[in-house]
């Protein structure tokens, strides 16, 4: 279907609602038709929601279409950070279970202008490496989570979960000081839409406050993250105990990663490694016996689609 045009005060523009009488009452059309030899064909169709399109990972573009003004962020996150392992000593009193990672600030059904046909640029944030080292050492953090528009500008930055690190231990002592991946912070820039009404997929008019499909469950969410579960040193030579659990996304609506079981005597077992985060979740803290691997952060996300709201 070729685009409409009308003559507004003597120039033609493109025709992006279009009204006609009902009873007496002006109401937005859906379709417009006009015979073309002899045949009705569609000339006019009103914008109705595109499908919901998901980025996992990594960066690029892509184009606001012909009659969107807003763009609806379902979920958005920043990457989650990375867990720190467990740590066992020879003759140091106690025990290191791995402290949690931080998760990623967070963006849930909110809506914001675009202009149509502008250039979106995107960067999903990576996810935050486990921790390196034993008696010292770091996770790594997650990364950002970026939405800009070529014509709006910045929209949002969502910074990812710090990882968890220690410090200060050794083989036979003192015990290491254990320290939790931060949260990640949301910068919100983009003009946000509460109110007005779209057509969704169908072409049924909805109001934009119905769009709640998103992990926190309630229209135009967006916050910080939150912190990971601190190390623990367990009192006591081959004193054994789990990792700290990871931080969750989404205001605590995902979960992050379970951290270590507890072991003792001899090399650790897979149930003892800190277990990995997911939609910007922190990864878990390893288990004590003998210095199980904390988990990986959760990936950054991003899934959107685009709405004409009037």
Do not use: C
């Amino acid at each position: 279907m070729a685009n409409t045009y009308g003559k507004v005060s003597g120039t033609f523009e493109e025709i992006e609602n279009a009204y006609g009488k009902v009873s007496g009452v002006w109401e937005e059309a859906d379709e417009i038709y006009a015979k073309n030899s002899g045949t009705w064909e569609l000339v006019f169709a009103a914008f109705t929601a595109t499908s919901l399109t998901t980025l996992s990972s990594g960066s690029g573009t892509f184009i606001v279409p012909d009659g969107a003004n807003a763009i609806h962020i379902q979920a958005a996150v920043g990457g989650g950070g990375g867990a720190m392992r467990g740590a066992d000593y020879d003759k140091a009193g106690g025990e290191s279970a791995g402290a949690g990672g931080g998760s990623g600030a967070y963006i849930s059904d909110k809506v914001f202008t675009v202009t149509t046909g502008e250039t979106i640029s995107y960067s999903v944030g990576s996810s935050g490496a486990n921790g390196t080292g034993v008696y010292s050492g770091s996770a790594g953090g997650g990364a950002s989570t970026t939405i800009s528009g070529s014509t709006t500008g910045s929209i949002f930055t969502l910074t990812g979960g710090g990882g968890a690190s220690a410090s200060g231990g050794g083989v036979q002592g003192p015990l290491r000081s254990n320290t939790a991946g931060t949260a990640g912070s949301a910068t919100v820039s983009g003009t946000v839409v509460t109110s007005g009404t779209f057509k969704d997929s169908v072409g049924v008019t909805q109001n934009v406050t119905s769009n709640t499909s998103g992990p926190v469950g309630t229209f135009n969410q967006s916050g910080n993250g939150a912190a990971g579960g601190n190390g623990i040193n367990y009192p006591g030579d081959n004193a054994n105990g789990p990792g700290r659990v990871g931080a969750s996304s989404f205001a605590g609506n995902i979960a992050g990663g379970a951290g270590g079981n507890a072991g003792n005597g001899g090399p650790y077992e897979s149930g003892q490694v800190g277990k990995t985060g997911s939609r910007g979740s922190g990864g878990g803290g390893g288990g004590t016996e003998q210095g199980a691997p904390g988990g990986v952060g959760g990936s950054g996300q991003i899934i959107y689609r685009f709405l004409r709201v009037n």
